[in-house]
Every structure is written in C-alpha cells, then in structure tokens.
C-alpha cells in the first residue's frame, strides 16, 4: 500500500537490509527494523564497515538504535547485487592496521603540505594545477 | 501444474511478500477480469499497439522485439515468454483459467498475432497490477518514464537469468514494526505536512499534481481506456490545538506548571526587547526607513489583492472584497503621515523616488477606477522633474508608462493642461531641465492626447485654455529643439500625431531641425 505518494517516507524501506552513512563517517550496513518521525533508526544484524582503498572490512556490532539527526544518508541494498563488488573483503585486524597505516600517511602528507606552505612554496594540485595551465595559456 | 512444477523458473524481487510467485500470477488473472487483456480481434490490437505508450510495457517489449520474418529462433511468443520467465506451456494455461471467467480471452495458440498481442497486453497488466497493488515499489512508480524503463530493463533481465534461486529466508524478525506502529509514525508526519495554504506552502506539488491531473483528463477524453489515478497525497484533517496556554494549573496541585507541545515548544523566557523608542538620530535616514517600511507593508496588501484575482474564483465574491482592499491601499497612498500636513503631499512623491515604490504603483494602477487612476497620472505628470531628477539612480520610471498611458485618455483637457504646466516648470534648485525617457514619452503621450481633443471639438479651439495650450505646444517644440541630440532619448512610444502637430504651430527652419532628431 503506498502510504503516502509523491513525499519519500521510510516506510517501505522496513525489514530491509540498508546501508548508513553516519556523520562521524561511519558506515552502518543493517535490516531497518523500526523508525520513528525523527527518522531515528534501529538497525538490526549490523555491520560496521571499513573501507581503505580497496579493500573493506566487516565488524559486526549488532543492533544499533541510531539517532536521527545523525544520519547523512542511507540507501537500500540490492541483495542479489551485494556480492557484484570489486572491493576486497579482508579480517578485521588487517583493515584496521591498513586503516591506521592511512591515517598515518594522511597526517604525514599533511605535515608536509603545512611545512611547504611556511616556506612559501606550494605542490601543485591536480584540481589546481589545470587551472592555473588554462590561466597561462 | 506447470507453474508449481517449475518454481526455480521465478525470481521475483517484486513480490516478496506472496508465498511464491505462481500464487500471485493466478491471483492476478482471477481477480481483474475486467481488464481487456487477450484479443485477437485486429481493432483491439490496434488499441493495445495505441496504449503502449507506457515506457515500462514498452521496455519489456522491446526486449521481446524478434522481427515476425525470422522463424529461425522459435516464435516470437516463445522468446517473449523466456523473459518473461514463463513458459508457453504456462501462458496457456492462465490464458485458459481467464478464459472460464466472463472476459474476452480467446485461446492464443496458433493465431500469429495472437501470441504477441497477448503478451503485450499480458505486461502492460502486469506492470499496472504491480503498480495499483504497490508491489512495485513507490519510489520506482515516481521515476522519469526512461529510468523506469531502465530499472525495469534490469530487472527482467535479472529474472531471466536467475543466478540464485529465490530465497530470502523466511524473515523471522519480520514486522517487528506492526501496522498500527507505523500508521502512527505515518499520521505524525502527515500532521507536520498539513497547511492552510497548500497553494502557498507546497506550491509546486500543487501545480504538478494540477498538471498530471489535466493530461490524465485529456488523455482521458482521446484515449478510451480509464487509466488508472494516480495518487494524492491527502493530509488528514486534524484540528491543531488552537490556543496555548504557556502555563497550566491543575487542581489541586501548587503552583503552576510550564506546558509545551510540539507546535508550541516552552516558550523562550521574554527575549523581546521592548526596544529604545525611535531616536531621532538623523530625521532623514529615519524618514526614508519610514517610506521604505510603508513600501513593503503597501506591497503586501498588493500581493494579497493580485493572489485574489489569480486564484480564478467566482468574480462576484471577490469584487467587493477586492474594491475594499484596492481603497485601502490607495488610500495608504495618499494619506500617510496625518499628524504632519507638510509631509501629506509629500509621502506619495517620497513613494514614487524609491524603485519599489514605482513598481507598487505600476502594479496598483490596472486595480484601481478610473479616476483614482486619473489623478495619479495628474500627480505624476505635475512633479515629472522632480521625479525624474530623483530618478536618475535607479532609471526605474520607465515602469510607470505603460500602465499610466492607458489612463491618458480619460484626461480632459483642462487637466491635461494644468499637468503640462507643471511638467514644463524646473524643479527648484536645478537649472537645467531633467529629460528622461519616460520624460520624452509621457510629453509625446499627453501633447498627443491634447492634439486629439482640441482637433475632435472645435469649441476647445475658441476657448481660452487653446491659447495656453498654443504656447505650451511651443515652449515644448522650441524645449526640444535646444536640447541636444545625444540627451534626446528615443521615446517609448511615439504618436503619429506629433508631427503635423509640430507643423501647425512652428515655421519651417524649426520643424525641420525637429524631423532630424525625432
């Protein structure tokens, strides 16, 4: 029965497995169970997904009862197109090394970017850096 | 039988909630039998083949589309039905169940039409039936024609090559959620949806919804089948709470307690600032904050008198409530700022020098009678210099011409030369006369308005106004003559009644420097 046409409504999408990307940037993967006019959310049989670069990796956290103001966005899956992935599924501990191995590179680059800049020089970008060709040209 | 026997054939993603896929088809075929699905009969092709305009029966369709001159891959029907994944065998069958129940299906087999049309038909009742029983999910009946044929494309092919067998298990946390749980989390929602001006709120759904409801009729008219409605979404009727009482005394308790609903949340403690009154702190940017808030307050019972005429309701409800806001609102022109006599002339003018202030009276006008309407264009015409000169800024004045040029002519011609009079005098102050577009072409309007009645009746001409008249006619020739060609802008509308006016009262060496610059 479509309860209420032409508005988008969670309604529908109850008893089916979704994906959540949280604002602290998590990503939730659960059966909706229940909502509420808040569009707080109880996730049932979830996972919490890693992704580094290619590979990912599932922590399974149970129920989650996620509050509504912090979701971002979340989308229905596709159980017959879940498998139809490129990414690599990889143990727990090996995603979160490859995850701590990120971030340590991130804050190096960072570092890096922030001791050129004091100096006065900057690495070209690759957003940047066509746009100051097209300037020259 | 052959449906049952053959349940791994079926992967239905779209009915997950029927026990199995067979069960649906044949409820479907017994319940709707008044849908006109099967025909062999050549009209009644003709009309399914008219109706296919429906993307998602076109989809799967296409998809089937095997040219009739090959026979090499089987019939056509055979291939339609493997997407379908059904077998002949089958389609027979349901063909043959419809055929018991009062309808007009005929056996398929054998006819070369037959098959196909069946089956155009059979998918365009499918598709429908998914969408009237919302076994096609909503969010895909609200897509773009193409991405539904898309999805749709997708999904057949999916059902077609099946990679796993249907399964999901049998849910068992299913409908944790009941029924009623969420008929109440759907009122909420419909509660926060409903307004009182659904044209003003939700303006956009409106007109969509009036649009789609239009093509529906119309289609409705050409074609001869009754399709099916779409849906509304119709907000309950609730009564929202009417008042709010900040503080609720219940008896026998002591003291009060602070009371707050969803629509009324706890009342902030009194954050409003009684405010400093006005200080005089520059009288002339106070004064100009004063017309610019008279302004906006005018423009809104503007809004108002123009929404009341778009909305199209009966005319003779509304004229009467329309006159009296009209009234008000040109009163509010007229007459603001009582207390100083000094500042009653001026308010209107002090309207008039701000842009918003033009484009409220340009809208105002088509409103008002016509002699109200009649003595704005006096009042205009009588203080164009200044106007003008105020003008200069914004070049906004232009607004005004075509809604007072059509009150021109209900000047008469005593009027016409009291505005002219006062058009001709400089502004105090300046020296040099102001000339503007609007400048040009109000003059020409007027002059030619003025020529038209003093050629019309001839007892004008003996009277003593004509004299008057005469010499206006040549201050403003000898005016524009003196005026450089580069300030003598080209005029928004020029009467062809100008030049023999010209003629009439000039002599030759100046009508001829004036037919250069006009």
Redesign the interface.
């Known amino acids: ?7 988008a ?1 969670l ?2 999408d ?2 089916k497995k979704h994906l959540v990307l949280l604002r602290d940037g998590r990503t939730l993967i659960g ?1 909706l ?5 808040f569009a707080n959310l ?1 996730l ?1 049989q979830t996972i919490e997904r890693i992704h580094v670069g290619k590979k990912y990796g599932n922590i399974p956290r149970g129920i989650f009862l996620v509050r509504g103001e912090n979701v971002v966005l979340l989308g229905e899956i596709d ?2 197109k879940e498998s139809d992935t490129a990414l690599q599924q990889v143990s727990i501990e090996e995603i979160l090394e490859q995850r701590v191995e990120q971030q340590t590179r991130l804050e190096a680059e960072k570092l890096k970017v922030q001791d050129l800049k004091d100096r006065g020089l900057s690495i070209p970008r690759a957003d940047t850096h066509m746009t100051r060709q097209r300037l020259s040209t | 039988m052959y449906l049952h026997q053959r349940p791994s054939k079926f992967s239905a ?1 779209l009915a997950p909630e029927e026990g199995s896929v067979s069960a649906f088809y044949l409820e479907r075929v017994e319940e709707e039998n008044e849908e006109d699905v099967c025909s062999d009969q050549a009209p009644d092709v003709e009309e399914e083949r008219n109706d296919l305009g429906d993307p998602a029966i076109l989809s799967v369709i296409q998809n089937t589309q095997v040219p009739r001159q090959r026979g090499l891959h089987g019939s056509p029907g055979a291939k339609a039905l493997g997407t379908l994944g059904m077998s002949q065998a089958s389609l027979r069958f349901l063909c043959k169940t419809e055929k018991a129940s009062p309808g007009r299906w005929r056996t398929v087999e054998g006819r070369k039409h037959g098959l196909h049309s069946c089956l155009e038909g059979f998918a365009k009742h499918w598709v429908k039936s998914l969408r009237g029983k ?1 076994s096609l ?3 895909l ?2 897509l773009h024609p193409q991405h539904q044929r898309i999805l749709l494309q997708q999904r057949s092919q ?1 059902m077609s090559l099946a ?2 067998p249907w399964s ?1 298990k049998p ?1 068992t ?5 009941t029924r009623k ?2 008929d109440w ?2 009122k ?3 509660v ?2 409903q307004s009182e001006n659904p044209h003003l709120d939700d303006y956009y ?1 409106q007109e969509y ?1 009036q649009k789609l409801e239009k093509t529906q009729a119309d289609k409705e008219l050409l074609g001869n089948r009754n399709r099916a409605e ?4 119709v907000t309950p009727h609730i009564q929202k709470a009417e008042g709010y009482e900040s503080v609720v005394r219940i008896e026998g308790s002591l003291g009060q307690v602070a009371v707050s609903t969803c629509f009324s949340p706890r009342r902030a403690i009194d954050a409003v600032s009684h405010g400093t009154q006005e200080q005089d702190t520059g009288a002339a940017s106070s004064q100009r904050l004063r017309v610019l808030s008279l302004i906006e307050k005018m423009f809104l019972q503007l809004l108002e008198i123009e929404e009341g005429q778009n909305d199209g309701f009966p005319q003779l409800y509304h004229t009467g409530e329309q006159r009296n806001q009209v009234e008000k609102l040109f009163q509010a022109l007229k007459t603001q700022g009582q207390d100083n006599l000094e500042e009653t002339a001026d308010s209107l003018l002090q309207v008039l020098s701000v842009r918003k202030g033009k484009i409220l009276v340009a809208r105002l006008l088509p409103f008002l009678p016509h002699d109200q309407a009649v003595s704005l264009l006096l009042y205009i015409t009588y203080h164009l210099p200044l106007l003008i000169l105020r003008d200069m800024a914004d070049q906004a004045l232009h607004i005004l011409f075509k809604p007072l040029g059509k009150y021109i002519r209900y000047l008469t011609f005593h009027q016409l030369l009291h505005g002219l009079q006062g058009l001709m005098l400089l502004p105090p102050g300046t020296s040099e006369r102001p000339v503007s577009v609007f400048g040009i072409s109000l003059l020409y309007a007027l002059l030619s308005h003025g020529e038209q009645l003093v050629s019309l009746d001839s007892s004008l001409q003996a009277s003593s106004d004509c004299a008057a008249w005469t010499d206006l006619v040549i201050l403003v020739t000898w005016e524009i003559s003196q005026l450089p060609t580069a300030s003598l802008a080209e005029p928004l509308a020029f009467p062809r009644n100008l030049l023999p006016l010209f003629c009439h009262h000039m002599d030759k060496q100046l009508m001829q420097q004036l037919e250069a610059r006009m």
Do not use: C
């Not at chain 1, 169970?33 to 006019?37: A, L």
């Not at chain 2, 779409?230 to 979404?233: A, F």
């Open positions: 029965m479509n309860y209420m046409p032409w508005t409504s309604i529908e109850i008893d059966f169970r229940s909502i509420d006019q109880v049932h159980l017959e | 993603p919302g999910p909503s969010h009946t609200q999916t990679k796993k999901l849910d946390y299913a409908n944790l959620m749980e969420k989390v759907i909420v929602q419909m926060q949806l759904y919804y779409s849906l509304k979404l």
